[in-house]
C-alpha cells in the first residue's frame, strides 16, 4: 500500500448546518475515528483529500493523517466516503486511525480485463458481483484484484476460486460464488423459449381425446 500524508484541520462545531457551511467555504467536514479515543470531527481540503486518493492504492491508501498545528501523525484509513449524488464529489468522509501491523477485513473491488470470448460471439456478460470480501494486514490490501476473462464462452462462469489473491491476504468470499458468466445470445434464448412453448402446445393438442361419433348430446336430441 502507497502512504501519503494529509493535512486536517479539528473543527469546533457540528451539525447538518455547519457542515453546509464548511462546504460553502470550500472544505469537506469529515470525522477521526482514533484507537480507544472519542472521534474529532475535522476538515480537509477537497484537493488535498483528492490528491491523497489518486495513488495506486486509492481508497485503500495508508494515510498519515496530521492535525494542522500538531508535530504528531496517525496512521489511517479511508473508512466511509459519501459522495453527492449528482454531481459524485466527496461531501464528507471518515477516518479510521490503524496500526501498520494492523489485520482487517475489508472489500476490495474487481476488475476485468479483455473481452469475453463468448461475448464477441453475440453473448453476454452477467457480472454477479464487483468487490471480494478480504483479510489480512492492513498494509497488504491491494486496490484491486484483476480477473482475466477473455477465455469465457458462451455459458462458462468465473468464480471466486480463480482469483489469485497476493500473499498475506485471505478471501473471505466462499470459492464457489459466481462473479460471472457469459450469457447466450438473446436470440438463441427466444428461440430456445419458442421451441418449448411449441413442445408444450403440441403436448397438449396430443393429450385432448379425438371424438368419434355423436356425442351424448346429440345422441339424446336423436
Known amino acids: ?53 489518486s495513488t495506486s492504492a486509492g481508497t485503500h491508501a ?16 479511508v473508512k466511509e466516503l459519501e459522495l453527492d449524488r449528482v454531481k459524485s464529489t466527496v461531501i464528507h468522509f471518515d477516518l479510521q486511525e490503524i496500526r501498520l501491523d494492523e489485520t482487517i477485513e475489508t472489500t476490495v473491488a474487481l476488475n476485468f480485463i479483455g473481452e469475453a470470448k463468448g461475448v464477441k460471439t453475440g453473448g453476454m456478460l452477467d457480472e454477479s458481483t464487483r468487490e471480494v470480501n478480504v483479510r489480512g494486514l492492513v498494509t497488504a490490501i491491494p486496490e484491486h484484484f484483476e480477473l482475466d476473462i477473455s477465455e469465457l464462452d458462451v455459458n462458462d462462469t468465473a468464480k471466486i476460486a480463480d482469483l489469485v489473491a497476493p500473499e498475506g491476504i485471505e478471501i473471505l468470499d466462499e470459492p464457489d460464488q459466481v462473479i460471472c458468466s457469459v450469457l447466450p445470445p438473446r436470440k438463441i434464448e427466444e428461440e430456445a423459449e419458442e421451441g418449448a412453448e411449441e413442445a408444450v402446445e403440441e403436448g397438449a393438442e396430443a393429450a385432448e381425446p379425438e371424438i368419434v361419433g355423436k356425442t351424448d348430446k346429440e345422441e339424446a336430441s336423436d
Open 1 to 53: 500500500m502507497d502512504k501519503v500524508s494529509i493535512v486536517v484541520q479539528k473543527r469546533d462545531v457540528t451539525g447538518t448546518r455547519n457542515a453546509k457551511r464548511l462546504r460553502k467555504s470550500g472544505l469537506i467536514p469529515g470525522v477521526f475515528y482514533g484507537h480507544g479515543k472519542a472521534a474529532t470531527v475535522i476538515s480537509v481540503d477537497p484537493r488535498a483529500l483528492r490528491t491523497a486518493l
Open 62 to 77: 495508508v494515510l498519515e493523517v496530521n492535525f494542522e498545528g500538531q508535530k504528531a501523525s496517525h496512521h489511517a484509513i
